[in-house]
């Protein structure tokens, strides 16, 4: 199989109601790795921990990249394994970073941050969760969440405590059972997926995803390219905007 060629577009806003945008992303088609950060804590504290968390991370993974084998048919479980492990320590490492800041600087006591970031290794993708920003797989037949959100309406639908029409109108909305920085160590979701040419994958902040439905994503991402990051910030303004938008879509070819 030809290597895949990989082109990746980003673009993030403050939206309609926020004073700072505390989202960060990053995108390197030639590393193959694409991160969406969604920060939280008072005096600026979201901005310092999405920014340090993809420095951080992004830091890890170029570092230790050059240990991993490619991923390719039939898929090797010690390679898959690896590659998994390299994402999930990257994200630790920018967890006890952030966490480092804020222990130093009490002002920023309680920041975090949202990581969902995508590496792209030889034919295959490893994901890499925490909190409520999101990674979608857009395909010929359809559009596909690849993360979980971490969040208290997320588990009480899995627990089956409440329903779908519940959730919607559930005050608990942005509570994140889980961050980047507010402790020491944080549980990571990571995933390989396997990838088929035309496949997209699109990561976005809840500024984005919150005014989504499934079906809004596949006629903009065949928009491709720039033109279809900023549809997608427009359609969150349009829609209120009331949150930072952060959106990257990655094109595989």
Aim: with cysteine; aromatic share 6%; proline share 4%.
């Amino acid at each position: 199989m030809a290597p895949l060629h990989r082109a990746a577009y980003g673009l993030t806003d403050l939206g309609r109601k926020r004073q700072t945008n505390e989202d960060a992303l990053f995108l390197d088609d030639e590393l193959g790795l694409y991160i969406v950060a969604d920060g939280m804590g008072g005096h600026a504290a979201g901005e310092v921990a999405s920014r340090e968390a993809v420095d951080t991370l992004y830091g890890m993974v170029k570092r230790g990249i050059g240990d991993l084998h490619e991923l390719v048919d039939p898929l090797s479980p010690d390679h898959a394994r690896a590659a998994c492990r390299l994402m999930e320590s990257a994200v630790q490492a920018a967890t006890y970073f952030v966490f480092s800041i804020a222990e130093i600087d009490r002002e920023k006591s309680g920041m975090g941050t949202t990581i969902s970031a995508l590496l792209v290794l030889g034919d295959y993708a490893v994901t890499a969760q925490v909190g409520d920003s999101r990674i979608y797989k857009v395909v010929a037949s359809g559009v596909e969440q690849l993360t979980e959100d971490h969040t208290l309406i997320a588990w009480q639908l899995k627990q089956g405590l409440i329903t779908p029409q519940e959730a919607a109108h559930s005050p608990h909305k942005n509570v994140i059972t889980r961050a980047v920085g507010n402790r020491e160590y944080v549980q990571v979701d990571t995933r390989c997926i396997p990838l088929l040419p035309a496949t997209r994958f699109l990561l976005c902040s809840d500024g984005l995803h919150g005014y989504l439905e499934d079906d809004d994503i596949p006629p903009v991402v065949e928009m491709g390219g720039n033109s279809a990051v900023t549809r997608f910030i427009d359609l969150a303004n349009e829609r209120g905007g009331k949150d930072n938008i952060t959106a990257i879509l990655v094109e595989i070819d």
